[in-house]
């Protein structure tokens, strides 16, 4: 996914192309962040997006998550989503654990992700169970990102038979 954000607190814009389906597809959002509010040892974010893809159209994506800082280092962190779209089955639900590692003052950084993904029309199911390793690597200070991350996908279409995958990406943050 490439794209251009702007980092204005706490609305920010973004637009872009990313690649579905072997295809280009444009696309633009806007999102309201609150952050930081402590809890404890934890600290949680909410997060409020209204979006437009040129082959989805319009939709929403309302996130809660949870981090906790073990060093500075390394953190864990706890993703509830959930996503309303022209394409979407009801609403899309997502639960992820996310443990991130700074290799390199965050020129270097590694996260072990476990996912789980989940409908509600035309009844409650799950879709798919996901695990990957993102490496990402800063290309150029302090804006540009590559991502490269081995994957091994469960999806119920398929009885929940493991499928490999690799994905690959840049992340451009302005």
């Known amino acids: 996914m490439t794209g ?5 607190l706490p609305i920010s814009l973004g637009t872009g192309i990313t690649i579905r389906d072997r295809k280009a597809v444009v696309y633009s959002r806007i999102k309201l962040l609150r952050r930081s509010i402590k809890i404890k040892s934890w600290r949680a974010n909410f997060r409020q997006s209204v979006f437009w893809y040129s082959d989805d159209g319009y939709g929403e994506l309302t996130q809660v998550d949870f981090d906790y800082s073990f060093t500075k280092k390394m ?3 706890t993703v509830t989503a959930g996503l309303y779209s022209k394409t979407s089955q009801g609403f899309g639900l997502e639960q992820s654990f996310i443990l991130s590692y700074d290799l390199v003052k965050w020129e270097r950084m590694i996260f072990w992700r476990v996912s789980g993904f989940a409908h509600t029309e035309p009844f409650y199911d799950i879709d798919k169970y996901r695990m990957d390793i993102v490496y990402r690597l800063m290309i150029i200070k302090p804006w540009m990102f590559f991502d490269i991350a081995p994957q091994l996908e469960f999806p119920a279409d398929d009885d929940f038979k493991g ?7 840049i992340d451009s943050i302005f």
């Open 163 to 169: 499928i490999y995958g690799l994905k690959m990406g």
């Open 4 to 8: 251009v954000q702007t980092c204005a």
């Open 75 to 77: 953190l864990f962190r």
